[in-house]
């Protein structure tokens, strides 16, 4: 029973150009959104977050866009550069004092010079 | 500036041996997490802490234990190791409850082979 689910398994985009990696749950007690990166052989950092009760965020390239009427989440990195090469995952919380995290299966993203 | 820091970073066990892994972070952090990614898969938690003394069960705890007797420490125990054990395991901490995310802060992992 996958609650936060990444279909994408990988992406290739050229450098220069949008890199948008998608992400859907099913909890609607979910309430604060997570994406963060990870290099082969490191644990995951932190990226960019949004709290259910906005629909957008950025954070200089990176910009979250939170649809919550299709729980539908995705985030456009522009321009991707191949440093931005990396697995991203998404990651939500629930709501009251739970504060851990359900993670999707990821996205391998490729940004070729 | 350490951080979070896992050992061993590699691992090979056999079948029904026993290890520890240890997590250690110097950053006075109340809550700890221990999870695992299998490949190809997103993370998942096992066990959690939320200060010295105090555990709980995450998602996939059956064959593993855990102690919390000082802040700074989370050992993970497996006490009689399966092939389904194969997996990186990465320990993480954070200071207070915090939904934006960025004060969790995750160990490099520790690579695990049971053969």
């Known amino acids: 029973d996958q609650q936060v689910k990444q279909n994408s398994p990988s992406l290739s985009v050229q450098e220069g150009r949008i890199s948008i990696l998608n992400c859907d749950y099913t909890n609607s007690m979910f309430d604060y959104f997570l994406w963060y990166k990870k290099y082969p052989a490191e644990g995951p950092t932190f990226l960019i977050s949004?709290?259910?009760?906005?629909d957008k965020n950025e954070d200089g390239r990176f910009t979250v866009f939170l649809n919550k009427s299709a729980k539908h989440l995705s985030l456009h990195i522009v321009p991707s550069q191949p440093g931005d090469s990396a697995v991203y995952f998404c990651?939500?919380?629930?709501?009251?004092?739970?504060?851990?995290?359900?993670f999707g299966k990821g996205t391998l993203l490729t940004v070729n010079p | 500036n350490a951080g979070v820091t896992q050992t061993p970073k590699f691992r090979i066990l056999k079948i029904g041996q026993s290890m520890t892994l240890q997590c250690t972070q110097d950053?006075?952090?109340?809550?700890m997490y221990w999870y695992r990614q299998d490949p190809g898969m997103g993370l998942k938690l096992i066990y959690y802490?939320?200060?010295?003394?105090?555990?709980d069960k995450g998602e996939v705890p059956n064959g593993y234990n855990v102690s919390r007797s000082t802040t700074e420490d989370f050992p993970l125990r497996l006490e009689l190791a399966a092939p389904s054990q194969t997996s990186v395991y990465f320990c993480?901490?954070?200071?207070?409850?915090?939904?934006?995310?960025?004060?969790?802060?995750f160990g490099e992992g520790s690579w695990l082979t049971v053969v």
């Open positions: 990651a939500a919380m629930g709501g009251g004092s739970n504060y851990k995290l359900t």
């Open positions: 949004i709290s259910s009760i906005k």
């Open positions: 950053m006075n952090h109340n809550y």
């Open positions: 802490s939320v200060g010295a003394g105090i555990t």
């Open positions: 993480a901490s954070s200071y207070r409850p915090d939904r934006s995310g960025n004060t969790i802060y």
